[in-house]
């Protein structure tokens, strides 16, 4: 689709927040990851041929990457290619088109609550990984569990990890060329149903879907830095 700006290639990034001599002054690979955010754009409707599976693998690898608090990695991915299993969760999604026609959706759940207790055997086990393991991990953790839990916020904090996995998918889908789109509208319990997913052990935290457009691309719109932000 020549034409649309947001089509460039990579090595020209628009950066239309920013000067050209502060383009121009960023280091190639800070221009290579702008282009690539600006290449994002929320894309509802594609043309349904698969990825190649180093993509899909790229992709979940970009979640994987992903820094989660406490480096807990809450997160589990459902790398959906099936077409019987996507058309139930375009059902779970309120009959949103991009999630028929993409060629994968990414849902990613994350644990309930009582998976966070410092003495539960998830956070044993991924405790155990870092230097000290559990002991030393209980010490600094507790006092932030008990915060979160005793404030009923430990599945809005579980929840909020996936968000950031969902981004760096996005962001890292872009840069190869492949389109996106997060998802928050979905029906919880339908899409753990579809799963065939235990809801007192899961929730799901946000769905991701990619692919290939069969649409155009659109201009992004977004308020410029002095009016959503500020240094101080
Ligand atoms: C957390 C989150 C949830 C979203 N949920 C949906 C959704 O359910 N359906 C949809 O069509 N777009 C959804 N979007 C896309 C946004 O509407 C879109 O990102 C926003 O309008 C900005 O446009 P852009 O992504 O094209 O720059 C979601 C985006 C985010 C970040």
């Not at 001599?21 to 990851?33: C, H, I, Q, S, T």
């Not at 998976?115 to 600094?140: E, H, T």
Request: charged share 25%; glycine share 8%; aromatic share 10%.
């Amino acid at each position: 689709m020549a034409g649309i700006p947001d089509d460039r290639p990579f090595d020209e990034p628009r950066g239309r927040e920013l000067t050209k001599g502060a383009l121009e002054a960023l280091p190639p690979n800070a221009r290579v990851f702008l282009a690539a955010m600006e290449r994002r754009f929320a894309c509802k409707l594609y043309d349904g041929s698969p990825l190649a599976p180093e993509l899909e693998r790229y992709i979940l690898e970009c979640g994987r990457l992903s820094p989660s608090s406490f480096g807990l990695e809450h997160w589990h991915f459902v790398a959906v290619r099936d077409a019987e299993l996507k058309e139930k969760l375009y059902v779970a999604c309120f009959s949103q088109e991009s999630v028929r026609s993409a060629s994968l959706v990414v849902v990613t759940l994350a644990r309930r609550g009582a998976a966070y207790k410092p003495d539960s055997a998830f956070i044993k086990g991924r405790a155990a990984r870092f230097p000290g393991g559990w002991p030393v991990f209980r010490a600094d953790y507790e006092g932030y569990y008990d915060y979160l839990a005793a404030n009923n916020l430990l599945e809005h904090w579980a929840r909020a990890q996936t968000y950031i996995a969902s981004a760096n998918m996005m962001t890292g889908a872009a840069a190869c060329d492949i389109d996106s789109c997060a998802i928050e509208g979905f029906k919880e319990a339908d899409v753990l149903a579809a799963l065939g997913l235990d809801a007192r052990l899961w929730l799901v935290g946000i769905i991701t879907v990619f692919g290939r457009r069969a649409e155009e691309s659109r201009e992004k719109i977004r308020e410029p830095l002095e009016s959503v932000g500020e240094y101080r």
